[in-house]
C-alpha cells in the first residue's frame, strides 16, 4: 500500500471513529429527552389529579354548611308546621328576612347564595341561576342527607351544595338548603412550587379563574390560543365537571434540563474512547508501511488493520448500549429505528367517517376520543377511537407498531377482550376504532371503593375479577395463527388500568399495544424493557425473555393490588422502581399481602413466585386453583358494586354522549 493509500485510511478511520461516537451522541441524547418528556407529561398528569382532588375541599366545605343551615332551629320550629301553600310562603318571607338580618345565617354559610326547597319544589332563591344545579342535588340529597358539585354558573365555576332538614312538615315532606358561591383565587392557592391552573366554564377562555405560578398561567394561555406555540409536556386540560374544564400547568424544565445535562456528560467518554481507537488505527497503518515488505504482508496487515477497525465499532457500539442502560432502568422503550414499506397504509385525502364526541386522553403514540359513526335510517353507533398522533406519521417503525396493535386486536375475538372493530387511514391520518365500554377501570374500582366504603375489594370479587381475566389470558395465550402455528402470545401490561369493569359487572382485557407475537411486523429490541413497573414481572423488568407465566404474575400483582388498596411497590424515582420489579416482592410484601388477601393468601403467594418454574404454568391451571381457593362473587354483586361507585357518574356519562348524539 502506497503512503497516499495508508494517508487516506487514515483519515477514513478517524472520520468513523469521530462521526460514529457524534451519531451515538445525537441518538443517545435524543433517547434522554424523549423518555424526559414522558416523565414530564406524567407529572403533568399527576399535578391534574391532585388539583381536581384539591378543589374536593371547597365543594366539602360548602356541603357541610348546607347541612348546618337546613337545621337552624329557627328554620326547623317553622317546617313542622307548614302545610298549606300560604305556610310555605310565611317559611319563604321568614327565610328571606333572615337572610337581610345578618345576624344568625350569614356567619355559618360565609356570604353564599342561598335557595330553600320544599320538597322538589323552590319556594325562595336568591340566584336564579343556580336553581338547575341546585334542583338536581336536592334530587340526590333525598336519600343521601346532602349534595355538593362544582358547577359553570356562565363562565364562572361555583361551588353548590344542598342540606336536607333532619325534620319533616305535617306533609312528611323535608326541606333542602341550597348554598352556592363562585369559587375564588383563594381556593386555588397553596399550590406546589412550579404548578399553576385554570378553571374555563362552558367553554369560555376569555377570563379563566386561575390560580399559581404566573408563568405557567401565561403558558396555559399560550396553548389555548395554538399547541404549535408550545408542544413543550407541559399541560393537561380535562373536564372536571359537565360545562367545566380544569387546566393545569406543571413546569417540565427540571426534567428536560436534567437530561441535556446527562446527553451532555456522556458524550465525553464516547470521544475520548474514538480518540482512542482512531489512534490505535493510525499506529496500526504507519506499522503497515513500515513492515510492508511484499504482497503478502502487506494483505496480513490490511486484514489485521480492517479488524481493528471492525473492532473499534464493536467497542462504540458497546458503549452505547452502557449509556442506554438508563433508559432501559426507567421502564421506557428505546426509539425505534426506521422500518420499510407498507403498501396498505398509503396516504388518503377521505374525510373521517368518525365524529369525536369528547376527549379521552393522550399518550406518547395516540390521542384517544369517544366518537361516533352514522349510518342510514339514524343508525350510529359509538366507539373509542385511537388515533395516531400526525407529527409520528413520518416514523415508520411506529406506524407499523400502531398497525401491529390493529391487527392483533382484530384477531382477538373473545367476550373477554375488547375488540378492535376499524382500521384504516383518512384524512387525518392513522386510526384504529374499539369497542366502548361503559364502565372504569380496575384502577379508578380500587380508588373509588376506599373513598366511598372505606376499604379496598373483597376476595371474592377480587377473585370474580381474576376469574375474568384468566379466561381472556387463556385465550389469548394459546392462540395460533392463521396457518396453525402456535403464534406465543405475552401481553406484557396486565394491570388495574387495562382490565374495565361495564356497568353490567363485565370484565374486559384491553391494550395490546405491546404485546409479545411472533407474527408481529416489529419486534421489540434487544434489552428494552416495556410495561408497567408496577405489575410486571421479574424477568420482564429485567429485560429478559417472558412468557405467559409474566402475564399470570402481572395478574396477581394487580390483585393484590385491588386487596392491599395500593400497588406492592413504592420507590422515589424510576430507577428505586425499576430494581424494585427486577428483583420481585420481598418478605414484607408478601406479609402485607397475607395480612390482606384472607382465604387467597396461599395462591397469590404462589402467583406471586420470583421463579417463573414456582409459579402456576398456565391460565387454565391458575384459573383452576383460584376457584379451590375462594367462591367468586356472583356477576350480579360485581354489578352492583359498580351501581354504588358509579352509578352517577356512568348515568352521566350515557347521557352526555346520548345528547351529543
Not at 40 to 69: F, I
Not at 479 to 490: I, K, N, P, S, Y
Not at 537 to 557: G, H, I, K, T, Y
Amino acid at each position: 500500500m502506497s503512503s497516499v493509500a495508508r494517508g487516506v485510511l487514515g483519515v477514513v478511520v478517524v472520520v468513523l471513529c469521530f462521526g460514529g461516537a457524534a451519531v451515538l451522541s445525537a441518538q443517545h441524547r435524543q433517547h434522554l429527552v424523549h423518555d424526559a418528556r414522558r416523565a414530564a407529561q406524567a407529572q403533568a398528569e399527576a399535578s391534574w389529579a391532585a388539583a381536581a382532588k384539591k378543589l374536593e375541599g371547597p365543594r366539602r366545605w360548602m356541603e357541610e354548611r348546607a347541612v348546618a343551615v337546613a337545621n337552624i332551629n329557627n328554620i326547623l320550629a317553622l317546617l313542622r308546621e307548614t302545610t298549606s301553600q300560604s305556610d310555605r310562603e310565611q317559611l319563604a318571607n321568614t327565610f328571606r328576612d333572615a337572610l337581610a338580618s345578618e345576624s344568625w345565617f350569614r356567619n355559618p354559610v360565609g356570604g353564599a347564595k342561598v335557595a330553600l326547597f320544599i320538597g322538589s319544589a323552590v319556594v325562595f332563591e336568591e340566584e336564579p341561576a343556580l336553581s338547575p344545579a341546585a334542583t338536581r342535588l336536592v334530587a340526590l340529597a333525598e336519600g343521601a342527607a346532602s349534595a355538593s358539585a362544582l358547577v359553570a354558573v356562565g363562565p364562572r365555576p361555583w361551588v353548590v351544595a344542598v342540606g336536607k332538614t333532619t325534620e319533616q312538615n305535617r306533609s312528611g315532606q323535608s326541606a333542602f338548603f341550597a348554598l352556592g358561591r363562585p369559587l375564588t383565587t383563594e381556593d386555588l392557592s397553596g399550590l406546589p412550587p412550579g404548578v399553576a391552573l385554570q378553571l374555563i366554564g362552558n367553554g369560555d377562555t376569555k377570563a379563566p379563574l386561575g390560580g399559581g405560578e404566573a408563568f405557567g398561567l401565561e403558558r396555559l394561555e399560550r396553548r389555548r390560543v395554538s399547541m404549535k406555540l408550545d408542544e413543550s409536556p407541559c399541560c393537561v386540560t380535562r373536564e372536571l365537571a359537565p360545562g367545566l374544564e380544569l387546566a393545569v400547568f406543571h413546569d417540565p424544565k427540571g426534567l428536560l434540563d436534567a437530561a441535556e445535562a446527562d446527553a451532555a456528560r456522556a458524550q465525553w467518554p464516547r470521544f475520548g474512547v474514538a480518540g482512542a481507537l482512531s489512534l490505535l488505527a493510525v499506529l496500526a497503518l504507519v506499522f503497515v508501511g513500515r513492515r510492508a515488505a511484499g504482497d503478502d504482508e502487506r494483505d496480513r496487515l490490511l486484514r489485521e488493520t480492517q479488524a481493528q477497525l471492525k473492532q473499534s465499532h464493536e467497542v462504540l457500539q458497546k458503549l452505547s448500549t452502557g449509556a442506554f442502560a438508563t433508559q432501559a432502568a426507567a421502564g421506557l422503550p428505546a426509539l425505534p429505528s426506521p422500518d420499510v414499506g407498507l403498501a396498505s397504509t398509503q396516504a388518503s385525502a377521505t374525510a373521517s367517517r368518525y365524529e369525536v364526541v369528547a376527549p379521552l386522553g393522550q399518550g406518547g403514540m395516540a390521542k384517544v376520543s369517544i366518537a361516533l359513526v352514522r349510518g342510514a335510517e339514524g343508525f350510529k353507533r359509538t366507539f373509542v377511537l385511537k388515533r395516531l398522533k400526525a407529527e409520528l406519521a413520518g416514523n415508520q417503525e411506529l406506524v407499523n407498531q400502531f398497525i401491529d396493535e390493529a391487527r392483533l386486536g382484530a384477531s382477538l375475538v373473545h367476550s373477554n377482550i375488547v375488540p378492535v372493530f376499524d382500521f384504516g387511514r383518512d384524512a387525518e391520518g392513522y386510526y384504529l376504532a374499539q369497542e366502548y365500554i361503559l364502565g372504569r377501570d380496575v384502577d379508578a374500582l380500587i380508588e373509588a371503593s376506599k373513598a366511598k366504603l372505606g376499604k379496598a375489594l373483597s376476595p371474592p370479587l377480587v377473585a370474580t375479577i381474576a376469574h375474568e381475566a384468566l379466561k381472556a389470558l387463556s385465550y389469548a395465550h394459546t392462540r395460533t395463527t392463521d396457518t396453525g402455528q402456535f403464534a406465543g402470545l405475552v401481553h406484557r401490561d396486565v394491570s388495574p388500568a387495562n382490565l374495565m369493569v361495564s356497568g353490567r359487572g363485565e370484565v374486559k382485557l384491553l391494550d395490546f399495544g405491546i404485546v409479545k407475537s411472533a407474527d408481529r411486523v416489529t419486534q421489540t429490541q434487544a434489552g428494552v424493557v416495556k410495561g408497567n413497573l408496577f405489575f410486571m414481572s421479574p424477568e420482564q423488568a429485567r429485560a429478559l425473555a417472558v412468557d405467559p407465566r409474566s402475564d399470570l404474575f402481572s395478574l396477581a400483582m394487580v390483585m393484590a393490588t385491588a386487596l392491599v388498596g395500593r400497588p406492592l411497590y413504592t420507590g422515589d424515582t424510576m430507577f428505586d422502581l425499576m430494581t424494585r420489579a427486577a428483583t420481585g416482592p420481598t418478605a414484607e410484601d408478601l406479609d402485607l399481602v397475607r395480612a390482606h388477601a384472607g382465604p387467597l393468601s396461599t395462591f397469590l403467594i404462589k402467583a406471586l413466585a420470583i421463579d417463573p418454574a414456582l409459579r402456576f404454568q398456565s391460565a387454565g391451571e391458575m384459573a383452576a386453583a383460584l376457584a379451590s381457593a375462594v367462591s367468586a362473587a356472583p356477576a350480579a354483586e360485581l354489578e352492583a358494586l359498580m351501581v354504588t361507585l358509579f352509578k352517577e357518574d356512568l348515568e352521566a356519562e350515557r347521557q352526555r354522549f346520548a345528547e351529543a348524539s
